[in-house]
T-cell receptor
Framework: DARVTQTPRHKVTEMGQEVTMRCQPI?????VFWYRQTMMQGLELLAY????????DSGMPKDRFSAEMPDATLATLKIQPSEPRDSAVYFC??????????????FGPGTRLTVT | DAKTTQPPSMDCAEGRAANLPCNHS???????VYWYRQIHSQGPQYIIH???NNETNEMASLIITEDRKSSTLILPHATLRDTAVYYC???????????????FGTGTLLAVQP
């Protein structure tokens, strides 16, 4: 049963520290999404990639957040420096995107980030 | 993308059908209706989607009204494991792959009671 995996599952760090979250999309999927979920804002899209190229990162604070796909099996989301307001659950999702678009997005279990 | 309206919460008895409504009165002709759910402490899970016709899969059925202004997700025999927040999302597919955002609203918290 193919699944999206994310590491770490939990991360506690101090303000100002760098945080890197990793995602392994489902093999063969060509689109990767990063979402953030908080009680106040709900689930919001930060960025997504197609065939490893960034398509949309308009939801991501550019000054401290960066997202990359070093290869087809790994996506990373980095926060530097981290702030308490970044505390949230970060989800990665993948899908197969033909030219017509993605119907189904498969979500990982999330990384719960706490910045103190 | 069209805005959706869902009740904040619903209860359902275990073993009975759960009918979750969604209003999307401003839906455009090329916009699909998607349903996802999120069980506590898990990532969202795709359930079903449709454009005009009713759809059924192993998880649920989706009934879309003829004018497409509303839809209902039906879980035919709800179990305790179906307790989750259910999100109704309306979105167009952009050919060329420019936009594939899912915009999640607040959803409906379905509580299945034993």
């Amino acid at each position: 049963d193919a699944r999206v995996t994310q590491t770490p599952r939990h991360k506690v760090t101090e303000m100002g520290q760098e945080v890197t979250m990793r995602c392994q999309p489902i093999l063969g999927h060509n689109t990767v999404f990063w979402y953030r979920q908080t009680m106040m804002q709900g689930l919001e899209l930060l960025a997504y990639f197609r065939n490893r190229a960034p398509l949309d990162d308009s939801g991501m604070p550019k000054d401290r957040f960066s997202a990359e796909m070093p290869d087809a099996t790994l996506a990373t989301l980095k926060i530097q420096p981290s702030e308490p307001r970044d505390s949230a659950v970060y989800f990665c999702a993948s899908g197969n995107l033909p030219e017509g678009g993605v119907h189904e997005q498969y979500f990982g279990p999330g990384t719960r980030l706490t910045v103190t | 993308d069209a805005k959706t309206t869902q009740p904040p919460s619903m209860d359902c008895a275990e073993g009975r059908a759960a009918n979750l409504p969604c209003n999307h009165s401003t839906i455009s002709g090329n916009e699909y209706v998607y349903w996802y759910r999120q069980i506590h402490s898990q990532g969202p899970q795709y359930i079903i989607h449709g454009l005009k016709n009713n759809e059924t899969n192993e998880m649920a059925s989706l009934i879309i009204t003829e004018d497409r202004k509303s839809s209902t997700l039906i879980l035919p025999h709800a179990t305790l494991r179906d307790t989750a927040v259910y999100y109704c999302i309306v979105r167009a597919l952009n050919y060329g792959g420019a936009t594939n955002k899912l915009i999640f609203g607040t959803g409906t918290l379905l509580a299945v009671q034993p």
